[in-house]
């Protein structure tokens, strides 16, 4: 039969060992959220590049929402249900942080009226008549869209970034958590408002 | 307000059905200038490492806090214990302690809740960015009225101890009310900023 200092003894050994354990345990995930991070982000990068442009034109500030983030997808990552599609979860953390910063100010216009007037000394240079879409070389295209992306309604500015990305109504309705009908009736009107604004018609 | 939404684009594609095929025809063209913009890639390691020194940095923030109130306290205890210190260098102190564990307290208070908030489900954004706005604008009024507070406090010490070591202080009364008034003038900047972008994000809200 046990003392009780031997009894002591036995579970001040057995309370440190679940220390031991948990500590270890601990260290694990740790590493083990270090490598899903990267993984994701890696994987993901040019999704979340591709998605910022949607929504602020300085370069700085793009910076800035990338490392803001991926800030937020470090924090939520331990809460990320394995039933979801990471997609999803990534996407929906980046809009929002890029929902917060285009409601908090005014601050692309500025920006994109510098990359207005750089296209259209582009176009003057390029022709003397008005260039559609289409004339345009890939990148004033690329440019001309981003910059008509940005000036749509944060709403459609949602969706269609995520659209062009390829994302199926479902998907885009999971990241915004809104449901698919509404998803389309949102896309078709940015769709409308995109095409008056580049002028594709 | 889903419904009306859709009514009235329901008028819309009606209305446009050639648009909309138009649409669909540029639409290809559209992803692909979409989906092959350059990017610059970023080193995610260093991206990882720049992350956790974010989080680290503004827990260290309030732990470097947490640490001088308790030296506050420490050294106030000593005080009243040695009986070395003077009543106003007492005083200061005891007025020094209190307000940092009030300032301690709030600070707390407000951080976990806008930490409370950032692990929130994403479908109400905006007014989750508003209630983090509100929560920094009460942080700057707490810095303003700490600010307040302690320019009363400090200038009342300096001006006691004046008169109780006749030494010319006039060197550190200057020193001390520009820092505060540095400190003061920096976080009503900070205030109107913010408010303004309040005022942009509630209009947001309203559309």
């Not at chain 2, 200038?33 to 350059?38: A, F, G, H, L």
């Not at chain 2, 990882?48 to 030296?71: E, M, Y």
């Not at chain 2, 489900?121 to 905006?126: K, N």
Request: charged residues 20%; proline residues 2%; hydrophobic residues 45%.
């Amino acid at each position: 039969m046990l003392n009780s200092s031997q009894l002591i003894n036995a579970s001040a050994t057995d309370y440190l060992n679940v220390v031991k354990r948990k500590s270890v345990d601990e260290k694990d995930k740790c590493l083990n959220h270090r490598a899903i991070f990267i993984e994701w982000m890696t994987q993901y990068e040019k999704l979340l590049r591709h998605l910022i442009v949607g929504f602020e034109a300085k370069p700085a500030l793009q910076d800035e929402l990338f490392q803001d983030i991926a800030l937020n997808i470090w924090r939520a990552l331990p809460k990320f249900r394995q039933d979801a599609s990471v997609k999803t979860f990534v996407a929906r953390i980046a809009h929002n942080v890029l929902a917060t910063h285009v409601a908090k100010a005014v601050k692309t216009v500025k920006a994109d009226q510098d990359i207005d007037s750089i296209l259209n000394t582009d176009n003057e240079q390029a022709s003397s008549e008005v260039t559609p879409y289409q004339a345009l070389n890939q990148q004033q295209r690329q440019q001309r869209l981003s910059q008509a992306i940005r000036q749509l309604k944060l709403e459609q500015q949602q969706v269609i970034t995520l659209a062009l990305e390829g994302m199926s109504y479902q998907e885009i309705a999971e990241v915004l958590s809104i449901t698919s009908n509404l998803v389309g009736v949102r896309l078709q009107r940015a769709k409308a408002t995109l095409s008056q604004l580049l002028e594709v018609k | 307000m889903i419904d009306k939404e859709t009514t009235e684009s329901s008028k819309v594609i009606d209305n446009q059905p050639e648009e909309s095929e138009l649409l669909d025809e540029q639409w290809l063209a559209l992803t692909e200038d979409w989906q092959s913009q350059p990017y610059d890639k970023v080193d995610i390691k260093v991206l990882f490492n720049k992350t956790r020194r974010r989080i680290l940095g503004a827990k260290c923030l309030l732990a470097l806090d947490l640490v001088a109130t308790l030296a506050m306290i420490v050294f106030m205890i000593i005080g009243f214990i040695s009986d070395s210190f003077d009543m106003a260098t007492l005083y200061f102190l005891v007025f020094g302690v209190v307000s940092s564990i009030v300032y301690i307290a709030y600070t707390i208070y407000i951080r976990s809740g806008t930490w409370a908030l950032s692990e929130q489900s994403p479908t109400d954004v905006i007014s989750t960015a508003i209630v983090g706005y509100k929560s920094s604008l009460k942080f700057i009024r707490l810095i303003k009225v700490s600010t307040i507070g302690m320019f009363f406090g400090t200038n009342i010490y300096l001006v006691v101890m004046n008169q109780v070591h006749e030494k010319p202080i006039i060197g550190a009364l200057l020193l001390i009310n520009i820092l505060m008034a540095v400190m003061y003038t920096g976080a009503h900047y900070y205030q109107v900023k913010r408010q303004e972008e309040l005022a942009h994000m509630q209009q947001f809200e309203i559309k």
